[in-house]
């Protein structure tokens, strides 16, 4: 935030600007403020009152002005209630208070948000996708999302990487959110090889089991007669036993009695 000089510290091989520095004349924009730890807290509000600010390592006193806007999902009157937020920077930074609703009460902005997502990350990987089916858009207008936009955010990146179709539809959609553990893709992949890596690693913890319960249920069904099973779901009866393999999956052999 404040910058430092070369030599205040191991590694400080050269001065570097601080965000305070980077933002004079203009706005800065503080996401999560709440994870501010007291001491920080103490700091920030000396330069919104006084414009002043020391990097590290430096005697001399700089000077920034900007408009400082910020962001937090938690309650602040309540972190400040149990000491975990300064009171007196509260007030400061509360001035004009913008409260956005969850997404699950405003759910008319959920299409609007997940194709403007699509949009920007088939763009980012140079993958082509139409858009989500009727049902796929039903599925995300019903779901809750307690991630509210950056869960949906993870979920459009994931599905980009994952479709192989032009249209997304229920199945793609329900299988992501049923998994919300595997939402920890946390940078674009660069190269095709690496989106394989990313894909195969999202395929393994979240498509797998679902294949797996997908053959079992058809075997079960049919008695474990694979060539029923797999006519029954439309597929070839070698890529059925491929993907039973794959699964170690066996047929158990029923005993006769004598």
Partial sequence: MFGHQKGAFTGAVQDKAGIFEVADGGTLFLDEIANLNL????KLL????????KPVGSSQTQKADMRVIAA?????QALVG???????????????????????????????????FLRQFCREMGRRIEGFSDDALQTL?????????RQLKNVVERLVIMADEKILDHIHVANNLQNPEAEDIQTIPQT??????VKRLILEKTYAPVEKIFLQTALNASAGNIS??????GMQRSNFSALMKKHRLKIKKKSTAQ
Avoid at 141 to 149: A, F, M, Q, S, T
């Fill in 39 to 42: 001491e920080v807290q103490g």
């Fill in 72 to 76: 937090t999902n938690q309650d602040l």
């Fill in 228 to 233: 029923q099973a797999a006519k029954k779901v």
């Fill in 46 to 53: 000396r330069v919104m009152e006084s414009h002043e600010y």
């Fill in 82 to 116: 149990g000491g975990r937020f300064r009171k007196d920077l509260f007030y400061r930074v509360n001035v004009l208070p913008i409260t956005i609703p969850p997404l699950r009460e405003r759910r008319d902005d959920i299409p609007k948000l997940a194709y403007h």
């Fill in 141 to 149: 207008l019903h779901y809750d999302w307690p991630g509210n936009v």
């Fill in 192 to 197: 095709s090889e690496e989106l394989k890596t």
